[in-house]
């Protein structure tokens, strides 16, 4: 039986993130930080988590003299997302088979 | 990387997640904008490609404007990657039937324009065609942002 849950992706934050980079081709450092609402370091260790795994792809550059970083869910990782969403929607879905 | 062995969230749990999934793309709705000079840049370099595609059989510097026209097109994408959210309308199913709209109506002015031209020789068609080139992007670019936007405000 195919198994697509993931333990790395489905950790909240890590979660989050990957639903917004699932949307886009890349997405600035800041424009993640904002949108979900999280402080530079945690989103730091969350998004360093899923570099580590293999999920995303950093990039840096600069603009205006000022150095950003990109982040972006390589093709495994949206092949894991896509995974795991499957699996949640099973999960869901099992759900409302047990209701009366 | 899967783990077939560790705990499973319950179908309430999984539900919550799926939910904070569609939070999350609604949260990027927001910054989905492309940048203000994208749109007026491609409408120009596309204006510039209609404009030499006509007049390609009769003049020489046709041939100079589709090879600017080019060079834009290949500068654009690169610009786009130094903004702060890099998104495909013409992929991502949000806008992509609006997309595919716009490049269709911008084959069709291309083609009228041609067949127009070598039919009556007229120049100003080519400059007409070019004018509606650039509006359909005006228009259309800032659409796709909108349609895509919309799509993620919807996600559920």
């Given at each position: 039986?195919?198994?697509g849950f993931n333990d790395i992706i489905h950790v909240p934050t890590r979660l989050r993130i990957c639903s917004i980079l699932a949307e886009v081709g890349e997405a600035?450092?800041?424009?993640?930080r904002d949108a979900l609402?999280?402080?530079d370091?945690?989103?730091?260790?969350h998004v360093k988590v899923l570099e580590q795994a293999g999920f995303v792809t950093v990039r840096k550059g600069s603009v205006n003299g000022r150095t950003?970083?990109?982040v972006a869910l390589n093709k495994a990782g949206q092949k894991a997302f896509k995974a795991h969403i499957e699996e949640l929607r099973k999960l869901a879905a099992t759900g409302d088979l047990l209701k009366p | 990387m899967t783990n077939p062995q560790g705990a499973r969230p319950s179908a309430e749990e999984a539900r919550q997640a799926l939910e904070s999934v569609t939070l999350s793309k609604q949260a990027l709705a927001p910054y989905v904008r492309?940048?203000?000079?994208?749109?007026?840049a491609q409408g120009v370099g596309m204006g510039l490609f209609v404009i030499g595609l006509v007049f390609s059989k009769d003049t020489g510097w046709a041939m100079a404007l589709i090879a600017v026209s080019g060079v834009l097109f290949s500068v654009l994408p690169m610009l786009q990657t130094r903004g702060r959210l890099v998104v495909d309308v013409?992929?991502?199913p949000g806008s992509r039937g609006l997309s595919w709209l716009y490049v269709a109506a911008f084959l069709l002015i291309?083609?009228?324009?041609?067949?127009?031209y070598s039919t009556y020789s007229r120049a100003w068609i080519a400059y007409v065609a070019a004018v509606l080139v650039v509006v359909l992007t005006l228009v259309t670019g800032p659409a796709m942002d909108a349609r895509l936007a919309r799509a993620l405000r919807n996600a559920g």
């Open positions: 039986m195919s198994d600035e450092f800041g424009v993640l609402d999280l402080s370091s945690v989103l730091s260790k950003r970083t990109w | 492309s940048p203000s000079w994208l749109y007026p013409y992929t991502h291309c083609v009228v324009a041609v067949v127009l």
